[in-house]
């Protein structure tokens, strides 16, 4: 059972989240446009609601486009190179990927530990704000686990002699 949950988990973790995040900002935003525009009333909690939605489904995002390899890239470079290397380019710009989300994870824990030090809270919610400052390390963790997947991927791909999953186009 557990097995199961932690599939789904994998499959459609980062679309769930993204759903979640998404029809956050969209229905406060909504509500808060309504409330300025017919009531001449704004609140401050909505548009903080807003950006720190906005900030989860950044990174969140950012882990679903590594999954998918739906993130920026070059994809000249592999025009030049014959098929069966391919693998070893992907794999070395998701080690590339990968050294830069450690750095940056471990940056994005200063914040928290100064926000929790302090007790730093948000300016409308007073809610602490390290409960908005873990999107960016959550984020980051995400990703790292998108990556070692992507690698083991590629690499059993590599062994059984498949082609490297190269990613969905934006527009299929």
């Not at 499959?11 to 909504?30: H, K, Q, S």
């Amino acid at each position: 059972m557990a097995r199961h949950i932690l599939q789904a988990i994998d499959r459609n973790g980062e679309r769930y989240l993204l759903l979640i995040f998404y029809t956050m900002v969209v229905a406060v935003i909504g509500v808060e446009v309504i409330r300025r525009f017919m009531l001449s009333f704004s609140s401050v909690w909505g548009e903080e609601i807003a950006r720190f939605c906005f900030i989860y489904l950044t990174w969140v995002g950012a882990s679903a486009a590594v999954k998918n390899r739906t993130h920026i890239r070059i994809d000249l470079i592999y025009s030049w190179v014959p098929a069966q290397y391919h693998v070893w380019l992907y794999m070395l710009a998701d080690l590339a990927t990968m050294a830069f989300a450690i750095v940056a994870f471990y940056y994005s824990l200063i914040p928290i530990v100064n926000a929790l030090s302090f007790g730093n809270v948000t300016d409308g919610l007073r809610i602490n704000r390290t409960f908005f400052l873990m999107a960016v390390p959550l984020g980051f963790a995400m990703t790292m686990m998108r990556l070692v997947q992507n690698f083991v991927r590629d690499w059993r791909d590599h062994r059984a002699g498949r082609p490297v999953f190269r990613g969905k186009k934006l527009f299929q």
